[in-house]
């Protein structure tokens, strides 16, 4: 009953916008979509969140389509250190029951 | 800030022993959870706790147990160890909004 569909893998080119795709067509209206990464053997690492707007951070951007079915991840300036596994999630802030899947893993190649 | 911490880093267990999996957190967090990691998968939830006192099951309790007696700690304890059990083990915590804060983890091996 994944709540979340997302690529295995990809690529991208150092220097390059990494754009990873989520699809959550079953989403809530009071449930949240958030992205994690988790780099190596390391403890995941949340990136950003978001309901509905567009979301910036730091870190990334979280764009969501209107009719939020879906979304994406864009690291603006991807670097070797950002070679890890993205997990997209959606939840509602009263589900404390956070599950993850087998996530998106990128590569950043020079 | 020590965030959430766990131990012991490392450990091997023989078939059919206990042990427990500390976590501790000094964020004051509400909400605190426990994932288990197998190689080349994703994280799959064992429990959670949403505040001391109150613990539920996640995807896969069986083999575990968990206790919440203060805000700040929640052991895993591993019942009767078996093979299948070998893995990254991972705790967890957060408040209301959802933004996890993980420890380093805890690798056991079931011999």
């Known amino acids: 009953d994944a709540k979340t569909t997302q690529p295995t893998s990809m690529d991208c080119a150092e220097g390059r916008a990494a754009n990873l795709p989520c699809n959550h067509s079953?989403?809530?209206?009071?449930?949240?979509v958030y992205w994690y990464r988790q780099i190596h053997s390391q403890g995941p690492q949340y990136i950003i969140h978001?309901?509905?707007n567009n979301e910036t951070n730091e870190m990334a951007s979280l764009i969501i389509t209107e009719d939020r079915k879906s979304s994406t991840l864009i690291l603006p300036h991807a670097t070797l250190r950002d070679t890890a596994v993205y997990y997209c999630?959606?939840?509602?802030?009263?589900?404390?029951?956070?599950?993850f899947g087998a996530g998106t893993r990128l590569t950043v190649k020079p | 800030n020590a965030g959430v911490t766990q131990t012991p880093k490392f450990r091997i267990l023989k078939i059919g022993q206990s042990m427990t999996l500390q976590c501790t957190q000094d964020?004051?967090?509400?909400?605190m959870y426990w994932y288990r990691q197998d190689p080349g998968m994703g994280l799959k939830l064992i429990y959670y706790?949403?505040?001391?006192?109150?613990?539920d099951k996640g995807e896969v309790p069986n083999g575990y147990n968990v206790s919440r007696s203060t805000t700040e700690d929640f052991p895993l304890r591993l019942e009767l160890a078996a093979p299948s059990q070998t893995s990254v083990y991972f705790c967890?915590?957060?408040?209301?909004?959802?933004?996890?804060?993980f420890g380093e983890g805890s690798r056991l091996t079931v011999l």
């Open positions: 978001g309901l509905k």
């Open positions: 964020m004051n967090h509400n909400y």
């Open positions: 706790s949403v505040g001391a006192g109150i613990t």
């Open positions: 967890a915590s957060s408040y209301l909004t959802g933004e996890l804060f």
């Open positions: 999630i959606v939840r509602s802030y009263n589900n404390n029951d956070m599950r």
């Open positions: 079953t989403i809530s209206g009071n449930e949240y």
